[in-house]
């Protein structure tokens, strides 16, 4: 693109490009982003909308398995306390089921992240220099994009997915099914716990320290301290009083 076809050429300064880590001005950043003959869609800015329709496709795929697993854990709730003779190990059951859409829905957010994070590394390093260029851009993105378009590969673990999925829905899931199992073999038990709380042959008090492991287990993986892989991500709060604080550690 040449100073004659390019009509920002005589508005603005060489040397009013981004800054690269402080070193000096990027002029190639956004470049064919705005060509006279192209305009605004340029190949840059088509692949950026490929890239938020995957992100997009796979965001509706993590809802639907959310849906689903709200949906069975209505249906277990229903009918565990529709009647006190149905059994109270169905919401043990209901757990099983939630933990293997955990594991669906964790594996979707590792190809989640895979789009998400790529959209991101442009709207850093592109869109928002093209809108406040007086801020230094990482000066590596370019062949860090390229590395990932030639070798994709998964940025987060699953042990990672698994943490993000559990704090944003399903350890309050697991929550209520267990509070409902508690009541259930309490309140609503033929016998007197532990005894209330028994599986066929297994004793109540062996099924209820599975519970309490199993739960404890979740709550450690959800909650203990990690460097997040997944960059990026709305980990923070206060943000309407403009001094937002960070709660997770990047």
């Known amino acids: ?35 006279v003959d192209m305009g605004p869609s340029s190949a840059l800015a088509h692949l950026y909308r490929g890239e938020v329709h995957r992100m997009k496709f796979w965001r509706e795929r993590l809802d639907q398995t959310t849906n689903w697993a709200v949906i069975v854990m209505g249906a277990i709730l229903t009918y565990a306390f529709s ?3 149905n059994p109270h190990y169905v919401l043990l059951i209901g757990n099983a089921a939630i933990a293997l859409f955990l594991v669906i ?21 592109v869109w928002a220099p093209g809108l406040d260029p007086s801020q230094p851009i990482d000066g590596e993105w370019r062949r860090e994009l ?16 698994i943490a993000h999925r559990l704090r944003r829905v399903y350890l309050p899931m697991f929550g209520i099914l267990n509070g409902a199992w508690v009541v259930r ?7 007197t716990w532990p005894a209330s709380a028994a599986v066929g042959e297994i004793p109540g008090t062996a099924v209820t320290a599975a519970v309490v492991v199993l739960f404890a287990a ?13 960059r990026g991500e ?16 990047d």
Request: proline fraction near 7%; aromatic fraction near 6%; glycine fraction near 8%.
């Open 1 to 35: 693109m040449t100073a004659d076809t390019d009509p920002r050429a005589d508005s603005a300064p060489a040397d009013d490009g981004p800054a690269v880590d402080g070193e000096g001005p990027d002029p190639d950043v956004g470049q064919g982003l705005l060509d």
């Open 83 to 85: 009647n006190q003779s």
């Open 105 to 125: 829905e964790a594996r979707r957010y590792r190809a989640y992240d895979v789009w998400r994070s790529r959209v991101r590394k442009l709207q850093e390093n």
């Open 146 to 161: 390229a590395d990932d378009y030639r070798n994709p590969a998964l940025k987060i673990t699953a042990e990672e997915a």
């Open 185 to 191: 073999v309490t309140a609503f038990g033929g016998e």
């Open 218 to 230: 979740a709550t450690v993986i959800a909650c203990r301290p990690r460097d997040w892989h997944a």
């Open 234 to 249: 709305l980990r923070t709060e206060n943000l309407r009083d403009g001094q937002p604080r960070e709660t997770r550690t």
